[in-house]
């Protein structure tokens, strides 16, 4: 076990972030945000609260919910969009997380979330928005690159009546390196009628940059042109021709283009700057022109290799070879507790083994994120033991051993908690804030303590050595109070 060093500063104390709690301190979440200033968490206890919210152009708020997606809701009530953030070019310290954002109706782009930079996204159900008319995400327009993982986006859609011309991105349009991983997007469209046009990603349109499409899955996805005219591309997803996506280990099931032409029921990349390894694409389909009903492109320079391309309407591939390492067999899905889309596996009671099983390849990314520490996490088994060794080829639910553990608290008083600044981290530092006690253990992405420090700490600034951690998702614990704090921490370099 290492022993990591701590180097104390004697400089002045920063003062520790407060928490605004809604509605006992402020009666709405605008009038929050309003309030906070950077390093504050507006904590919103359950209820649906009827707000167009905008985001002060401050950088480094925290909008939490106490009790999840499923008691706390903000919707627009379909009078406009739900939430704007466009005021700056927001970071990573700026996060949104836990909340159903719904029912956002809106004359132009981004129905649900209108945001710019690289904010972060957790935990939320982004649901039934609409953006009418013009251009650019039903669910979520994103003017950079964010981060949104575990979210459910579902029945967003860009609807179009009447009027020629291009439209993209029925769950999320994202214009930069977004990082887009353990997501649902479900039931989402780009819907068009009575005219002809170009119509792409049914539920992510990537617009350029190097995007990351991990681990999500994408289920009955549409991009439809319902009088049979015009022209739709990727079903569930659509890669520019300026992005370089990297899309790996997702399950692509039922996903549809339907149009006069149409490339890539599931996924439509064209040019050859993508990879896109280790993913399902099962039952999907073109309808008109029918040109790849799993994967179309127009090249083979891709590097298209240890994918799962099965039974896809009316063919699977378009303008691009299945690596020597792909398949072509029925990926014997079975359900379980948490989910429909595991791997049958004899060692988890089924009768047989998936061809999936063990047959992905490494996805070992230095940056943004360590994918293979997080796949040995996570699980394709019905009995949740985590994915060893080899990869298996799709989408790994998230069972890790700490999971529970890190929905983490926000504290009731200010000198309680853990936070570390700045998270994600690119340097060998991150600094303390909060009350970190005397101790402290850090768990890698499969649960292993890989350190355990003690503390003195004094009146001043804590920075905690990490340059010994490899580039991963990392939990941090310490024996501060009664109650022990902990803090998630993405090491990037």
Known sequence: MKRTALTLLLVPALCLAGVIRVPS???????????????????????????????PGRDGIVLMSEKGADSTVITASNAGRVLTMNAVNYSFATMVRGFRIA????TGSAAGVLCRGTPIFLNNRITDNVALQYETGGGVRADGSPVFGFNLIARDSVQVRGM????????????????????????NAVFDSLCSGFRYGGALYLAGGAPLVFNNLFLCNAVRMTDGSGFAYGGAVCVDEDASAYIANNTFVGNVCSAHITYGGALYVPYGASKVKNNIMVHD?????????????????????????WRN????????????????????????????YCLSQVEAGQVEDSPCLDAGDSLLLTSPLNLDSLIHAWTTRTDSFPDAGTPDIGFHYDVSPFTAVLEEQVRHRQHQ??????NPVTENQVELKG??????????????????????????RVLLDISSLAPGVY????????DPGHARLVVQR
């Open 435 to 460: 009350t970190p006690g005397t101790r402290l253990v850090v768990y890698d992405a499969s649960g292993r303590s890989v350190a355990d420090c003690r503390l003195s700490v004094g009146e001043g």
């Open 313 to 340: 309407y009316p063919n699977d591939y378009y303008r691009c070879t299945a690596g020597p390492n792909s398949l072509n067999s029925d990926p014997l899905f079975t359900g379980a507790a948490f989910g429909d």
């Open 164 to 187: 020629a011309g291009f439209r993209y991105g029925g769950g999320v349009y994202c214009t930069g390196s977004g990082i887009f991983y353990a997501n649902v997007f479900a039931d």
């Open 103 to 106: 029912d956002g109706r809106q």
């Open 475 to 482: 939990l941090v614990r310490s024996d501060a109070m009664q």
């Open 417 to 422: 908690g853990l936070r570390l600044i700045p």
């Open 25 to 55: 301190e402020q009666p709405t979440i605008q009038s929050g945000l309003n309030a906070a200033v950077a390093g504050d968490t507006v904590l919103v206890a359950p209820g649906d609260y009827d707000e167009r919210l905008t985001w």
């Open 285 to 309: 389909s073109c309808h008109g022109s029918g040109q790849g009903g799993g994967i179309a492109s127009d090249t083979d320079a891709m590097v298209c290799d240890y994918n799962d391309v």
